[in-house]
């Protein structure tokens, strides 16, 4: 079935019979054709995603696990379901591929990181880099290796880095994000460095700075609205390339 969209560029788009019957073959379903939601993506819609935060340190008053907490608020009003894996439950053993079965203390983590739909990870920065427990904590998704989903693939990914500086903030922010690429995640359009020299929490945990905040709630937003995305995507697949 076709329409006719009347700008200067005419031409005719294929309307999904599903959009059709939703109202939708107008505005903005006519201006991205391709992306035209179906019944299937508004089912897929009905789904709350789950996301998982990771991050923190062993530190009291923790600033990486409290813009974490921030990102992963902003998510749940956002609507999705949220956990968050502190520094607390991140002190894990060092992971061994070759030790077969998981240690009790990494058994919440696995399971959340397999059936999450997007994860945002807040790491301080360590000389310059993410810090050992953080990158032990991402090691154990090693064990995702072999799912459908394997690894981060499919899930977006929201990157945060806090430390004492500019220069570190930097640079842990771009070995975390480089290290979602590497895990066949999506790291999302906007990562958050926060220099905590500056002030940014108050004592009762919450971010002072409106600039950061407005950050941290755009990264846990960006997280939910990819893994909607994905969730559609997977609901409705594209059909199979002509060979
Ligand atoms: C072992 C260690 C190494 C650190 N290295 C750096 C660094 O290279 N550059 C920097 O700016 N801050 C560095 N810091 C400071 C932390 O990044 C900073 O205090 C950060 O806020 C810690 O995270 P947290 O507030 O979540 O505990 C280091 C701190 C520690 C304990």
């Given amino acids: 079935m076709y329409i006719m969209i009347g700008s200067p560029l005419s031409t005719f788009i294929p309307v999904r019979p599903g959009a059709q019957a939703l109202g939708l073959e107008g505005g903005a379903a006519a201006a991205y054709p391709g992306a035209m939601p179906?019944?299937?993506?508004f089912m897929a819609a009905?789904?709350?995603?789950?996301?998982?935060?990771?991050?923190?340190t062993t530190r009291p008053g923790s600033s990486s696990?409290?813009?974490?907490?921030?990102?992963?608020?902003?998510?749940?009003?956002?609507?999705?379901?949220?956990?968050?894996?502190?520094?607390?439950?991140?002190?894990?053993?060092?992971?061994d591929p070759a030790v077969p079965g998981l240690p009790h203390a990494a058994e919440r983590l696995i399971a959340e990181a397999r059936r999450c739909h997007g994860l945002v990870i807040a790491s301080p920065g360590y000389h310059g880099t993410i810090s050992g427990m953080i990158k032990n904590a991402i090691d154990y998704i090693e064990?995702?290796?072999?799912?459908?989903?394997?690894?981060?693939?499919?899930r977006a990914v929201g990157c945060i880095a806090c430390a004492y500086g500019w220069q570190a903030t930097g640079t842990t922010l771009v070995a975390l994000?480089?290290?979602?690429?590497?895990?066949?995640?999506?790291?999302?359009?906007?990562?958050?460095?926060?220099?905590s020299a500056l002030s940014v929490f108050g004592p009762d945990g919450g971010c002072m700075d409106e600039g950061v905040r407005f950050q941290l709630q755009t990264v846990g937003r960006q997280v939910v609205e990819f893994a909607r995305m994905q969730i559609a995507a997977r609901a409705a697949p594209l059909p199979a390339a002509a060979s």
């Fill in 143 to 154: 064990e995702l290796r072999a799912d459908p989903a394997p690894y981060l693939d499919g």
């Fill in 38 to 41: 179906t019944q299937e993506h």
């Fill in 46 to 56: 009905q789904i709350r995603p789950f996301i998982l935060g990771i991050g923190g």
């Fill in 177 to 195: 994000r480089s290290i979602v690429h590497s895990l066949r995640g999506w790291p999302t359009p906007l990562g958050v460095g926060i220099n």
């Fill in 65 to 95: 696990e409290r813009a974490l907490a921030v990102a992963l608020e902003a998510a749940a009003v956002a609507g999705a379901e949220t956990s968050l894996i502190g520094g607390a439950e991140l002190q894990l053993p060092m992971y």
